[in-house]
C-alpha cells in the first residue's frame, strides 16, 4: 500500500503529533508524516519528530503575533509540496494561516478544536465550557478556513462533563478523545470522497455516484 | 409519598408535557402535573391536560407578539401559586417570560432547547444545526433567565448526526431523547438539591455538606 505524505504544523508539545505519529505505525495506515513544521524553534514536536525519523523545520514566523510572514509561507507551502504532502494537520498550531497558504491545499488543511464547535472557539475552549456549565463537552476536526475556529465541521466526539469535574480533568479527558479522533480524521480524508451539502461534510467511498 | 404539584406551560402540540404527563404516571415520579398554561386557545397541549384530567386554562397573552402582558402573567403566577405549584416547566412556550414572573419561582423556571446549548439557540435549532454540519446535536435542559435560552444549564443528551440524516430525521430523533431528558431534569430538581458554582449547577443529595 502507498502511504500519502502529510504534514503537521505544530506550536508546543504536540501531543496530536504523537497520536498521530503513533497512529502511522500501524501497517495499514493510510497516511505517513513527511514533515513537521513549527513557529517555535524549540517546540517539543520538532523533538518528537526527530526522535520518529521525521523531517522536521523551524519555520521564523516573522514580526506578528497571530499570523506568519508572507516570505515564510510561501518557504512552507514549498517545503510541504516538496515532499508531495496530501494533507496539512495542525496540532496546536497557534497562528492563523492566509488564503495564499490554504488555497495551496484546498479543503486539505485541517485542525482540531477542544470544544464541540461552535460552541467555545478561540482560545482555552475547554476552560471555557467548564465555565459556562455545559454538561457535554468534547472535540471536533474541521477544515481551516480565514476565521478561528469557523471552517466546516469533519467530525466530533462527545465528553460528558462529570459533577466533580474541574477544568484540568475535563480537558484531559477531551485530549484523550482528540487522539482518536484526529488519526480518524486522516483517515477518512485519504481513503474515502469529500463531498459537500452547504456547509455539511459528508464521505462517500471513493468513485461512488454522487 | 408526596408528590411536588408542578406546572407546565405550552403554546403547541405539547408533545414534552405529554413525556411528562406519562412519566408521572408511575407511582414514584416525584411529580404531578397540577396546571398546564397556553398562550394560545386551541393548542393541543390544553386538550392532552384536560384528557389526563389536569387542569389546562388559556391566558389571553395581549397584544405583543414575543411577550405576555402584565396582567396575564400576574394572573399566571396566581394560578400556579393557588395550586402550590413548585416548578414551571416550558414546553414549547413561544414567548418570553418577565423577571416579574420568573421571580415568583426563583430558579424553579425551566425550559428544554433541541441543541446542546450555547450553540444554536432560538427558533429552528435542529434546522441550523443540521445546516452548520455539526456530527453531535442534542438538546439541552435549562434554567430560565431573561434571555433567550441562555440560563444555566441543567443536563444535556447527546445525538450523533449521521451522513444520511435530513433535518427532519434529526429533529426526530432529538424529540426523542428531550421526552427522556425533561422527565429525568424534574426528577432531579424535586428530589436533589441544586447547588450553584459561578454558573454551573450540580446536584447533591437533599441535605448534603456543601
New interface residues.
Given amino acids: 500500500m502507498t502511504r500519502a505524505p502529510i504534514g503537521v504544523l505544530a506550536s508546543g508539545r504536540g501531543s496530536n503529533l504523537l497520536a498521530i505519529l503513533e497512529a502511522s505505525n500501524a501497517p495499514d495506515y493510510p497516511a505517513r508524516v513527511a514533515l513537521v513544521l513549527s513557529d517555535v524553534e524549540d517546540a517539543p514536536a520538532l523533538d518528537h519528530a526527530r526522535a520518529a525519523g521525521v523531517d522536521a523545520l523551524y519555520v521564523p514566523p516573522g514580526p506578528r503575533r497571530a499570523r506568519v510572514s508572507p516570505e515564510t509561507e510561501a518557504r512552507m507551502v514549498e517545503e510541504l509540496r516538496t515532499r508531495g504532502v496530501r494533507l496539512v494537520a495542525l496540532a496546536g498550531f497557534m497562528r492563523i494561516l492566509s488564503p495564499r497558504f490554504l488555497d495551496a491545499f484546498p479543503n486539505r488543511v485541517i485542525n482540531i478544536h477542544p470544544s464541540?464547535?461552535?460552541?467555545f472557539p478561540g482560545l482555552e475552549a475547554q476552560r471555557q465550557a467548564?465555565?459556562?456549565?455545559?454538561?457535554?463537552s468534547?472535540c471536533?476536526t474541521h477544515i481551516v478556513d480565514a476565521g478561528v475556529d469557523s471552517g466546516?465541521?469533519?467530525?466530533?466526539?462527545?465528553v460528558p462533563v462529570r459533577?466533580e469535574e474541574t477544568a484540568e480533568s475535563l480537558a484531559a479527558r477531551i485530549l484523550a478523545e482528540e487522539h482518536k479522533l484526529y488519526p480518524r480524521t486522516i483517515t477518512a480524508l485519504l481513503t474515502q470522497e469529500l463531498v459537500f451539502d452547504?456547509?455539511?461534510?459528508?464521505?462517500r467511498p471513493k468513485g461512488a455516484p454522487r
Avoid at 464541540?116 to 460552541?119: M, N
Avoid at 452547504?198 to 464521505?203: I, P, V
Wanted: charged share 15%; with cysteine; hydrophobic share 50%.
Fill in positions: 464541540l464547535l461552535p460552541s467548564f465555565a459556562h456549565g455545559v454538561r457535554i468534547g471536533t466546516p465541521i469533519l467530525f466530533q466526539a462527545a459533577d452547504g456547509r455539511r461534510c459528508l464521505f
